[in-house]
Nanobody, 120 residues
Framework: QVQLVEPGGGLVAAGGSLRLSCAAS???????MGWYRQAPGKQRELVAH???????NYADSMKGRFTISRDNAKNTVYLQMNSLKPEDTAVYYC???????????????WGQGTQVTVSS
C-alpha cells in the first residue's frame, strides 16, 4: 500500500501560480497517479491523471492552466497550477491508482490533502 505525503499548498493571489508535490512511500513506476480537489460543501472532483508512461487527462476546467507531471525516480507527482482563480480554492489531494489507466482510475491511496487558497 502506497502512502502519500503532500508538503505543498498555500495562499496565492488570483492570477498567480503554485506547484504542489506528492511524495510516495514506495515505487510508483508502474501505476497511474492523480490529483483531486474538494471545496467546502462540494464533492471531491478530478483535477488530472497521469499514467506511468505520461498519458494525461484533465478535467475541462483545468485544461490549459494546470499541468500534471511525475518523477518516478523520486516517487513524486507534481501539479503545476497557473492563472489561478478564486474558484480553484480547495483542498487538493493526490492519489495513487491500482492500475495504470488514466481513464479507469481506481484509487488505492489518498494523500492527506493540502489547502490551496486563491485570493481575489
Amino acid at each position: 500500500q502506497v502512502q502519500l505525503v503532500e508538503p505543498g499548498g498555500g495562499l496565492v493571489a488570483a492570477g498567480g501560480s503554485l506547484r504542489l508535490s506528492c511524495a510516495a512511500s514506495s515505487s510508483i513506476f508502474s501505476i497511474a497517479m492523480g490529483w483531486y480537489r474538494q471545496a467546502p460543501g462540494k464533492q471531491r472532483e478530478l483535477v488530472a491523471h497521469i499514467s506511468s508512461g505520461g498519458i494525461t487527462n484533465y478535467a475541462d476546467s483545468m485544461k490549459g492552466r494546470f499541468t500534471i507531471s511525475r518523477d518516478n525516480a523520486k516517487n513524486t507527482v507534481y501539479l503545476q497550477m497557473n492563472s489561478l482563480k478564486p474558484e480553484d480554492t480547495a483542498v487538493y489531494y493526490c492519489a495513487s491508482s491500482r492500475g495504470d489507466s488514466v481513464f479507469y482510475f481506481v484509487v488505492s491511496s489518498w494523500g492527506q490533502g493540502t489547502q490551496v487558497t486563491v485570493s481575489s
